[in-house]
């Protein structure tokens, strides 16, 4: 994509009535969009973030930071402890995560079908949406020739105290062991599995139509068309389609669907929150690490006894400002801190978190209520613990906690369910009693499932893809007035 072309696509009628307009161009609404418009639907992405080319992603961290994430890089939670990311530019949180790409095991399907009541929330069913969605993708495994010496550490250690590991998924093309960590600003080599490099990118060769910096504020659902209202960057405007897909993550969705006024009429709105809180912890070596060298993560545990016990780890690092919040304090003893950058290395303890949290507006601002319950507090003391004893192992001079855990991962806030007192949306993706508007985005998720999301919140969009087009076609028998060819959309389970 050339950014010229970016700009023309951006250039949209706004008088047009499309099929569908998908908030958010994130990992699924990305998806969506190359599904229904492959189908031949007229689909209009809105995206609040700007867009960029590869090549054009700014290259030092605070400017990444404050280009393509919410409010500079982070949001907090109400009591200001935690520490939440997601991406807004076009390609949402794909454009800066890490892009690990993994399948939910059995535990997590299981855990998404009792908390939902959802029967095909299993491995089967969703084997073909996954495999519909890896088929588009380059994914590879890091190979040992490639660990960084963060990596080598942590193998080491792990080895000395005989547990089990494995080598990191990753959606990429040709990142060779190059300096990869600068992609968390968004990938100039186009190699990370981003939506503008894949999805997104093969959704405009079909004639979707891509809207970038324009910020939805509230919908207002119609009997024949919903509306949309947002700021774009030239100002207000309005845009009309027969279905809304609401895909601008959980905090997105939840806060346009509050905006809207939804918080009466579902009562489930906003509730049931996680984000798998990360605690980075780092240990000082005698030697360079150089822990931001290389593929900066490429071994995670694989230890049954953690995934029961809820939590992983993982070998990671982050950039030198990502790095500098971990640590506490000011002055000198920072500075002194800082300095010793190259010879930090880092462990990091992911737990599956259980208490829920909830969203709401206050004073017209988003308010994230998010804390650790005493279980989660235990796993990451337990995950600490391991991480301990494998810095023992190394010989360190000194070991880090980290000021705040972050969460990266957000979910919640419109489950998915069964009836419409526990959840916003129904098995079909649509909002309950809204016959003209369906989320399908990371705020669906009932609970938290302890895996990277990425993955299923892709393969969860191929699905309600299939959904949105068979609604369609019946639309299309009774009224004839949506032109949507279902050549490629398949049965569903
Ligand atoms: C640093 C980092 C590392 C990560 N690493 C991994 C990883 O390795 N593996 C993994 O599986 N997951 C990872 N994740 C998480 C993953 O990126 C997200 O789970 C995923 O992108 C969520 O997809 P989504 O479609 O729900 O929302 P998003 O990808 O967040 O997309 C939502 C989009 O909607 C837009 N939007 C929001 N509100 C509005 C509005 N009002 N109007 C218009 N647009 C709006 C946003 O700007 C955004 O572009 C990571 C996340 C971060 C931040």
Redesign the pocket.
């Known amino acids: 994509m050339s950014s010229t072309k970016n700009k023309n696509k951006d250039i949209s009628p706004m008088n047009e009535i499309f099929d569908y307009v998908i908030?958010?161009?994130?990992?699924?609404?990305s998806v969506l969009s190359f599904y229904l418009t492959q189908a031949g639907a007229s689909v209009c992405l809105?995206?609040?973030?700007k867009s960029f080319s590869y090549g054009e992603y700014p290259v030092d961290e605070l400017t990444a930071n404050s280009q393509l994430m919410?409010h500079g890089g982070a949001d907090l939670n109400t009591q200001a402890n935690l520490i939440l990311?997601?991406?807004?530019?076009v390609?949402?949180?794909?454009v800066?995560?890490?892009?690990?790409?993994d399948r939910f095991d059995t535990f997590a399907w299981n855990l998404f079908k009792q908390a939902s009541n959802i029967s095909w929330f299993t491995n089967e069913i969703m084997h073909p949406h996954y495999l519909a969605i890896e088929e588009q993708l380059s994914i590879q495994t890091i190979s040992q020739a490639h660990w960084n010496n963060n990596a080598k550490l942590y193998a080491k250690s792990f080895d000395k105290l005989k547990l089990n590991y494995a080598p990191l998924q990753r959606g990429q093309s040709y990142c060779n062991n190059m300096d990869c960590i600068v992609c968390?600003g968004g990938c100039n080599r186009n190699s990370k599995q981003s939506m503008p490099a894949t999805f997104l990118k093969l959704a405009l060769r079909q004639k979707l139509k891509l809207i970038s910096q324009?910020?939805?504020k509230n919908i207002i659902p119609g009997k024949n068309i919903i509306s949309i209202y947002?700021n774009h960057i030239t100002g207000p405007k309005v845009i009309n389609a027969r279905h809304c897909i609401l895909?601008?993550?959980?905090l997105?969705t939840t806060?346009?669907l509050l905006r809207t006024g939804f918080a009466n009429k579902l009562p489930a709105l906003g509730k049931g929150f996680y984000c798998h809180p990360q605690f980075m912890y780092l240990a000082q070596c005698k030697d360079p690490v150089d822990a931001h060298i290389g593929n900066f993560q490429g071994i995670k545990s694989t230890d049954v006894r953690f995934r029961k016990q809820g939590f992983k780890l993982e070998n990671v690092f982050a950039r030198p400002i990502g790095i500098a919040l971990l640590k506490s304090g000011y002055g000198l003893d920072h500075q002194q801190f800082m300095q010793k950058f190259r010879y930090l290395a880092c462990i990091e303890v992911a737990i599956r978190d259980e208490c829920p949290g909830f969203i709401t507006l206050k004073n017209n601002r988003l308010a994230i209520h998010k804390i650790l319950g005493d279980t989660d507090k235990q796993k990451v003391n337990s995950g600490k613990d391991v991480v301990f004893e494998m810095f023992n192992q190394l010989n360190v001079s000194h070991k880090e906690q980290p000021t705040y855990p972050i969460g990266?991962?957000?979910m919640g806030g419109c489950a998915i369910g069964n009836n419409s007192h526990s959840s916003v949306v129904n098995e079909r993706f649509g909002v309950w009693s809204e016959p003209r508007l369906s989320i399908v985005?990371?705020?669906i998720f009932p609970i938290a499932p302890g895996i990277?999301?990425?993955?299923t919140?892709m393969a969860l969009a191929h699905r309600a893809s299939q959904y949105l087009l068979r609604q369609h076609t019946q639309l299309q028998k009774t009224t004839n007035d949506i032109q949507i060819s279902t050549a490629t959309s398949t049965e569903y389970a």
């Open positions: 908030v958010g161009s994130g990992a699924a609404g809105v995206e609040a973030g919410w990311l997601r991406g807004k530019t390609g949402g949180g794909t800066i995560n890490q892009c690990l790409l968390l324009y910020h939805v947002g895909s601008a993550g959980a997105g806060e346009i990266l991962h957000l985005d990371g705020s990277n999301p990425s993955l919140i």
